[in-house]
């Protein structure tokens, strides 16, 4: 996988470990997009989100992994908006050093899944799908250079950037 540029990968970063949600949009049977607000941990452009295992998340995914999301970081006026729009594929998690992984990710950055969960050493967590999502395109919007400045970034062909 082709990697952003470092003042791209900062920015990436930034938003991701600002942010405790991201809206993620999966597709349901009939076509018909979904969206739906998850909270999630990264690991550097790899997310992670755990899901209930018989949501309609669940069941589009299983079915459907490609995926589009969107993160921000918070922000009090329009020319400080800095967020992330993803295209990806979203896979079950289902080797066990991966779902540990996940796990202290997520109990890493909310540690309140320790109390909702009931028991967070089991994994993946009871009635839960740990889920990794995997970049494919990244646009970077960043208003501090500009209103609407985004980048894009292609990481799995050759690294394109497409400047908008």
Partial sequence: MNRLPPAQRALASAILSGAADLTLASIRDDGTPHASTVSFAADGLVLYVAIALDSHKAHDLRTHPRVALTVNAPYRTWNEIRGMSVDAVAEM???????????????????????????????P???????????????????????GHTETFNLHADGAKRVA
């Fill in 125 to 147: 967590w009871p009635g839960m799908l740990f889920v990794r999502i995997t970049p494919l395109t990244v646009s970077l919007l960043d208003y501090t250079q500009g209103f």
């Fill in 93 to 123: 998690i289902h080797e066990p050093v991966e779902a540990q992984r996940a796990a202290s990710a997520l109990l890493a950055k909310f540690p309140a899944f320790a109390q909702v969960v009931a028991d967070t050493s089991a994994l």
